[in-house]
């Protein structure tokens, strides 16, 4: 068994994967025993990640707040309780809305590369408010 202590695991999400500020709990990387990543992400207002995919597709399960997911075809808004599947490879972005915080617990696996997300351009404000 794998214990890990609460603390000390929240980092400040970064400014080339974020707009805004970001906090990170990482609950799992992937490693020899899984291929699973999983963390609880939370989202200040306005704040949202750049566009992105991952090659396995991505689950988020909203914990907290109001926000969106968005892919190339429109968005959504996501609220406590909602689960959101996106599939691999699938180009999207997430985060709070303009207003409320936002959490989600975000769980991807690994492909044989050991490779979980490809990040790529930011998600505009036009985007976002559309």
Known sequence: MKYTRCGSQTAKGTKDN?????????VRQPDEQT??????VHFTPGSRTVW????KGQTL????????????????EIRPGD???IEPNEEHWHGASPDRFMSHVAMQQADENGTVVTWGAP????EYLA
Do not use: S
């Open 123 to 126: 998600t505009t404000d036009e």
């Open 83 to 85: 689960v959101v599947y």
């Open 35 to 40: 291929a699973i990543g999983c963390a609880h």
């Open 61 to 76: 399960y909203v914990t907290d707040g109001i926000g969106y997911v968005g892919t190339r075809k429109g968005k959504q």
């Open 18 to 26: 974020f707009t805004g500020d970001v906090y990170v709990d990482t």
């Open 52 to 55: 992105h995919t991952h090659p």
